[in-house]
Structure formats: C-alpha cells, structure tokens
C-alpha cells in the first residue's frame, strides 16, 4: 500500500477523528490483527465471531500503531488517536475501494466452487513473467480478505490476481465494488457452502456476479465444459471466452495426457505442460493462456510461466514424505473437489498401493449424506486400494464404498487421531501413495504431520493382520 495520512482516512471512510492532534500522521500498512501491529500501522478493529478487535487497541497503541479505527459504542475514553465509524467492517471496504481508485492497475477477479486459489496463482506465476503483479495473500478471498488484498496494491503493480469468495448471495457483488476488476474467470459451478447458499442455482447466481459486474472494456474467461458457467456468457456485459475441451469453446485443449508429475494438453497447435498432478487442473492451465495471450504474453512467455508453477500449500501438493508419495490436498473438500481427488488417485502410476484419507465434508446441509454416498459409489469403482474414513458423515463414504463391493478389509473409520494414526500404521508400504483431503474444518493438515511422524519411527512391520475398526 502507498503512504497515506490520517487525513486520507478521514476522508475515505467519512469517519470521526477523536484523540487525533497530527491529521498528517503518514502510514502504510493496515493491520487487523494486533499481535501483527508494527511501529507506523494502522490498527482496524474488526468484532468476529470468536474475538473482537476493540477489545486490544490498547495492544495495539503499544505496538506502536498511530491510529486506531473503531466503532465507538464498543469502547470507553480511548486514550490513544482513533477513527470512530459506524461499521468497521463496512469501514475497510470503502477504503480499499477509495485506494483502488488510485491506481490504474489491471485487477483480475477469479470465482467459483472450486480451483479459484490454483487458477488465481498460476495466472500470478504466468503474468509475472512480464508485468509487475500481486495477488491474494493466502485464502484472502471474504469480505475481510479482498478489502485487504486490495490495499496491498501500489501503484507499481501492473496487475493484481485477486480470489473472490462467497459465503451468500450478493457478496462477489460487494468485491466487485471494492476491487474493479476488469477482466473476470469462472471456473466452476458445483455444491459447496449449501448450509448458506441453499441450492446450486443460488450460487450460480452468485458466481455469475462478477461476469455483471465487468466493464465493456473488459472480457470475462469461462469454464465452457461446465454447462451453468457457460449459460452465465448472457449476462455479461464484455467479450466472453469459453475454455475447455469441447469443440464449441474458444479456446480448446487437444491431447490431453496425464502423469504423477505432469498434465500436458495443446491449444491452437502449441503443446503445454502444467507440472502437477490431476486432469482437474486443465480448467486452470486453460483459462491462464487464455488470459495471457489476450494480454499479449507469447507462447514462450506462457511455456516458461508453467514451468515455474508450484502448487500452494494444501492444494494437490505431492511431497516425498520417508518412503511414500503424500498428496496434500488438505486445505478443503466439496463433492466436485473430492471427485477430482479420487480421480487423481485412480490414475496414479506405481506399484505400491493408492491409500486415500478422506474427512468430512462440511457445510452440505440437508443433502450431506447423499453427497458422501455418492463419494462412497465412486471410490468403489475408482479401484484405489484402501480407504480411511475420518468423521461422522465420512462413515457413510465408508459404508457405502462396502456396500458398492469395495472389500471392507481395505475399509478402515476412525472418529479420533490415535485410530487414524494406527490404520496408517498397519496398511502403509514403502511406495506406496497417500492422498489426503477433507473440508477445512477436520484439519485434515493433522494427517500429513502424523505421516511425517511415522516416516521418522522404525519401518512398519507390514506383515501385522489388518484389525476392522468399528
């Protein structure tokens, strides 16, 4: 973020200055967490769920922070300079919206039930090959997030890769306010946070918020193998392109190959290589040349941008853990990632086993249990060799996995970490391949830690009986 003064503050966000005797106190960095505060920043109270930010501006003050902004009725006598709003939280967006307003930096915007974090930073890793850019801090993609991702802009920055999430209807509205993207990329529509959204037609409305929301000068980037993205091209108000692998599309891939390290695909007579594992990830390396070529980056440019992709943390990551291969696609589950995942599983290339560790997945509503059925159907007909169920609803990918004649000796449930901890212990060979998911909540990240352990201990007496756990 550029420097600003107090006196841009006020101004942006129409607050009330109290405790402020040098409007012209100059910052560069707003902070929402105070243990996070340095000497220079400006401390934002947020009140969450769990912990509200008013309750350590004191903190904050002592950190050094020049300026607090808050909503007045949360505290009593500030001693320290604040900026009192209405709603802090309303508050930040404006003010990323008054600094966007700043900048003539190219903001991409990219949505959907999943892929939004692989396509928003391979495009990152592509783009940069040219231009000067930035994108999302991490999974800052709510309405904390993209306010935050948008003040870490500076004028320097020729694009930004910004990830839009959604938890309800109208939210990726509010980031278009904010952020001004220009060119926009759907990936996909599929059933994900239906405790909030409650139907798919909901969320494709919602996604198809951003595509609203581009300007004439811009162009939206859709999944056009996906028949509820593609349908969302009517209600743009820009040039659109489909992506993907059927022949109505713009720009479609052509010999798609995949190995355990690679998928390969051309486009337009020109061959492409993603270094990472899973068909999934096609959508991604699409609508990044898509992008890229519109820009004007060369083939090369592209080529050479695709070599340099590494996967972020969480998200089908292959690691080499002792002597297995451990793919960590830990961060989050939905039944379209889930799909992707056994998927992957199913294709992998080796001699050892294909072991998949799955949690819950969370946040389906009233069609959770058919959702893990149906992962249940598919993992049994995938033909992987053994499945670890972890949590309540993931029991029912187990049982149904059986009852669709996966053989129940390759079929272990756990409810706690020690049980997980033993089925890994009983069932894992040298070569094997693990893949591990589950919804952010299981903290399935607990499951690669407990590898790691058991890769540092004595090798596993694989000639032990599998004991069936209840």
Known sequence: MPTYSLSDLLTAVGGQAINVSSPTTSFDRIVTDSRSVRPGDVFWAIAGDTHDGHTYIT??????????????GRITQPTMPVIGVDNTRKALTDFAAWHRNQLDTLVIGVTGSVGKTT??????????????????????????????????????????????GASHEGE??????????????????????????????????????????????????????????????SRANCPTILVGERPHNDFVASRVTTTNRDITFRVDGCDFSLPVAGRHHLTSALMTVAVAREIGLSTNEIITGFEQFEPVDGRCRTLGIGEWTVIDDTYNASPASMEAAVDLLRDWQGRGQRILVLGDMLALGDESRTYHEQLGEQISASGIDRLIAWGREARHVADRAHAAGMDAGCIGTCADPATLSLLLEMWLEPGDVVLVKGSRGMQMERVIEQLKRLSEEQPIDTTRPFRAVA
């Open 59 to 72: 903190e904050a003050a002592r950190r050094g922070a020049v300026a607090c902004v808050v909503e007045p």
């Open 172 to 233: 990726i509205r509010r980031h278009c306010e904010t952020a001004r993207p220009e060119i926009g990329l759907l990936t996909r529509i599929a059933p994900s946070h239906l405790d909030d959204f409650g139907d798919i037609n909901t969320i494709s409305r919602t996604k198809g918020e951003l595509i609203e929301a581009l300007p004439s000068t811009g162009f939206a980037v859709l999944n056009g193998d996906d028949d509820r993205v593609r349908h969302l091209a």
């Open 119 to 164: 396509t928003r930073h391979l495009l990152h890793t592509v783009l940069s090959r040219r231009f000067a850019g930035i994108e999302s801090p991490r999974n800052f993609n709510n309405e904390i997030g993209v306010p935050l991702s948008v003040l870490e802009i500076t004028p320097e920055h020729e694009f930004a890769a910004l990830e839009f």
